[in-house]
């Protein structure tokens, strides 16, 4: 069974930038529905972006779209969230989560958390000068 594991978060100043990365041992990812979500201090859950196992559509909070990227490394199998121009708001728990643990052939994805069934530990990003 797919377990997913995050990496490459810390502390961060403003205005820099951090590339998190999703991985499952033993399993490449191409060929799974991916989201990033990110949960703050006294703050929901929130989604950032998801990446289809289809054909690597994307889709995108409104608010983050511009400063943060979506992308797979298909040679690795992990999914990677590029996030740039950081802010102290930016702050949080950074989970990488999938539908199913099985692999599914889908052309599109969404950013609701209550689709993903299967989630990693978290990857703290703290953002502060």
């Known amino acids: 069974q797919v377990q997913l594991v995050e990496s490459g978060g810390g502390l961060v100043q403003p205005g820099g930038s951090l590339r998190l990365s999703c991985a499952a041992p033993?399993?490449?990812?191409?060929?799974?529905?991916i989201g990033w979500f990110r949960q703050g201090p006294g703050k929901e859950r929130e989604g950032i972006s998801c990446i289809s196992s289809g054909d690597d559509t994307t889709s995108y909070a409104d608010s983050l779209k511009g400063r943060f990227t979506i992308s797979k490394d298909t040679a690795l199998g992990t999914v990677v969230l590029q996030m740039s121009n950081l802010t102290p708001e930016d702050t949080a728990v950074y989970y990488c989560a999938t539908p199913s643990s099985s692999p599914r052939q889908v052309s599109e994805c969404v950013l609701s958390a209550f689709d993903y069934h299967v989630w990693g530990q978290g990857t703290q990003v703290t953002v502060s000068s």
């Open positions: 033993g399993f490449f990812l191409n060929y799974y529905v």
